[in-house]
């Protein structure tokens, strides 16, 4: 009878129980026979440049897929070198299995190689976190992962094998493989509440659709639209939800911008928020003061934080949005609209400006310009970096659901934008993949443009590059003086050879006649490229602004 070691198990779960075919990894012996099994079973192993970048990846995977994300490190430093991108997953409550090898359990406590308490570094950053040491659990371990994973407010889960359990053998009838765990099941209000959300919808002049992420998860753009459009609200979207509707959806607020966000928040007399926290982005929902507050959300400790909500609807976002449509009135709120996009054109007549105005140096909102005259807006746009976040997420526009994303609006953590793109264009490799991102920023995880290239995964790299930290520069020059910035000045660095030296393609732009022409060679080039534009260093974004505010005291 023919036997089978821990690791083709592994590797047979992924691809067989949960249809997992991608996972995003760097080889160590701990975990060699996962790569042995992954061979055997048709799964693709993307093998990164530092384990960072393979839990980056495997986010992005599962925004993309709608699937749970695989990373697989090796112990010890592996493991602690993919915490940064665990925690953005789940602060950005995103589904990422993490599977680590760890030391043999004979060698537990005697100075083993990479030994160390993987579990207690890496449990108050995971929803679940738990060992495997026996061959024959590995499946409802397994299982056990992906169902926390996607259960509930989804997030990131940490499953370490026992070397012993992924080298041993056992006999290959005996293995017993449970149902697949990402599956989910709708969680519904009362109805009670459903009719008093109806009941504020149907009687608003004023109404304001505000949804997040949640929209995402569960995969709910049809029931968005469906609502807003019978209903005549206008719409705004944030982080992987934004696209439910497309940014250029007459129902969209995408053109106000920041401020105008802000304002129709304050404006509105009824808001629906879906799939959505009201953190800073929101000024914790301050701008809600005079408004009913109906509250959707799959975590009831969520739906009356930092602000209670009038109703609070607790569950899927796609299951109530579907009863809510049963009972939602068809509505002409074109006043309302034009009210908005009214106030908008004064708020934002600057962006406006530097977007359509020829500027030398490069004005960012002009470079944003560029880019979609290029690319179109059919495209996955990424977002990585301080104030070129800003410029990326109100410049560019999203066609479709995650169609602009950025690192998350929680962590603010830099350097997620080579591995998430890489991780967009695996997931989705009919899409045009493009990149924007500060200098500083991409610098953190460059040497993935080898693993773009070694893998086939061509993505567009367009730098925003003001030389500088650029918002932690700007933030010093209001704080103390221009004379006391240090420590986050780069100069002119030519990031595209990085990208040539790597098996890219490289332009260097510093007039704006240059761009297009560049944008284009780069993506014609069919492989991985890197743009870098030199753009005007004392620009600075109203988030700067905003968060220099923030620390005065």
């Avoid at 070198?81 to 537990?108: I, K, W």
Wanted: net charge negative.
């Amino acid at each position: 009878m023919a036997e089978v070691h821990g690791g083709h198990i592994v590797a047979e779960y992924l691809k067989e129980i949960e249809g997992i075919d991608t996972i995003f990894s760097l080889s160590g012996g701990h975990i060699a026979p996962i790569f042995d099994g992954c061979l055997d079973h048709g799964v693709r192993i993307i093998d990164v440049r530092h384990e960072q970048a393979a839990a980056m990846m495997a986010h992005s995977w599962s925004i993309f897929t709608g699937k749970p994300g695989v990373c697989l490190v090796t112990a010890g430093p592996g493991f602690t070198n993919s915490l940064t991108g665990v925690v953005n997953a789940y602060l950005e409550n995103v589904p990422v299995v993490v599977l680590s090898g760890m030391v043999p359990l004979r060698d537990l406590d005697k100075g083993a190689l990479q030994d160390m308490d993987q579990q207690g570094m890496v449990k108050p950053v995971v929803k679940w976190a738990a060992r495997c040491h026996q061959v024959e659990r590995i499946p409802e371990y397994l299982e056990t992962a992906f169902r926390v994973a996607v259960s509930g407010r989804p997030g990131p889960v940490f499953l370490e094998f026992a070397t012993e359990s992924l080298y041993l053998t056992m006999e290959e009838t005996e293995v017993r493989y449970p149902a697949a765990g990402a599956r989910k099941y709708p969680v519904l209000p009362e109805e009670e509440a459903l009719a008093q959300a109806l009941e504020l919808l149907n009687a608003a002049e004023r109404p304001l659709f505000l949804g997040g992420s949640g929209i995402a998860h569960s995969r709910c753009a049809e029931e968005v639209r469906e609502l807003v459009e019978k209903a005549g609200i206008p719409t705004l979207i944030f982080d992987n939800g934004r696209g439910a509707i497309p940014d250029e959806h007459p129902l969209s607020l995408w053109d106000g911008g920041l401020m105008g966000m802000l304002a129709a928040s304050s404006m509105a007399d009824v808001v629906l928020a879906v799939g959505i926290r009201f953190n800073w982005v929101l000024n914790y929902g301050d701008p809600l003061a005079n408004a009913k507050v109906i509250r959707v959300d799959i975590d009831p400790a969520e739906v009356d934080r930092n602000r209670k909500a009038d109703v609070a609807l607790v569950g899927d976002a796609g299951a109530v949005l579907r009863r809510l449509n049963r009972g939602i009135e068809q509505k002409d709120r074109s006043g309302w609209l034009e009210t908005l996009k009214g106030t908008f054109a004064t708020l934002t007549e600057g962006e406006r400006q530097a977007r359509e105005t020829p500027a030398d140096p490069i004005h960012p909102f002009r470079l944003m310009q560029g880019i979609r005259e290029a690319t179109g807006d059919d495209a996955i746009f990424v977002i990585d970096g301080g104030d070129t976040v800003y410029f990326g997420l109100m410049g560019l526009r999203a066609r479709e659901m995650s169609g602009v994303i950025g690192s998350g609006t929680l962590f603010g953590c830099l350097g997620t934008g080579v591995p998430f793109a890489i991780g967009a264009k695996a997931a989705r490799p009919d899409k045009r993949v493009v990149l924007v991102t500060g200098d500083g920023s991409f610098g953190l995880n460059a040497m993935e443009m080898e693993t773009s290239c070694r893998h086939g995964l061509p993505i567009v790299v367009v730098i925003c590059n003001d030389q500088a930290w650029g918002m932690v520069k700007h933030h010093q020059e209001l704080c103390y003086e221009e004379c006391r910035v240090c420590g986050t000045e780069l100069g002119v660095v030519r990031y595209e050879r990085i990208a040539e030296a790597l098996g890219g393609h490289g332009e260097f732009v510093e007039k704006e006649a240059d761009i297009l022409p560049a944008l284009r060679r780069a993506l014609d080039s069919g492989g991985p490229a890197c743009v870098n534009v030199i753009t005007d260093p004392k620009v600075t974004s109203p988030a700067t602004l905003m968060f220099a505010e923030g620390f005065k005291f």
